[in-house]
């Protein structure tokens, strides 16, 4: 059985920082691409980052590159997402994605709230 457990989300100020983090289990973690997405209240949900576990190779989207950091501990087949300088734009639910291109399977974590406010 999949399962992706994120956690670390809360409630920041603009400036902080937050990592997230995305426990994955029933899966070979090297097949997949591990990705964060964000849901905010009338938009659809976007990827911010993703990071392919067999080679490390990662992309962000525009609004986050430089800010947030997507990283992975193959021991623990664990993903994070280091998030600095937080601006309330960055406020949604987060969730965690496994997609597992060779079997074209794409699983969805429970999602984490993080919310950017003063």
């Known amino acids: 059985q999949v399962q992706l457990v994120e956690s670390g989300g809360g409630l920041v100020q603009p400036g902080g920082s937050l990592r997230l983090s995305c426990a994955a289990s029933g899966f070979t973690f090297s097949n997949a691409v591990m990705s964060w997405y964000r849901q905010t209240p009338g938009k659809e949900r976007e990827s911010v980052a993703s990071?392919?576990?067999?080679?490390?190779?990662?992309n962000y989207a525009d609004s986050v590159k430089g800010r947030f950091t997507i990283s992975k501990d193959n021991a623990k087949n664990t993903v994070y997402l280091q998030m600095n300088n937080l601006k309330p734009e960055d406020t949604g639910v987060y969730y965690c994605n496994a997609n597992i291109v060779v079997f074209r399977n794409v699983y969805w974590g429970q999602g984490t709230q993080v919310t950017v406010s003063s």
């Open positions: 990071i392919n576990v067999f080679n490390g190779r990662a």
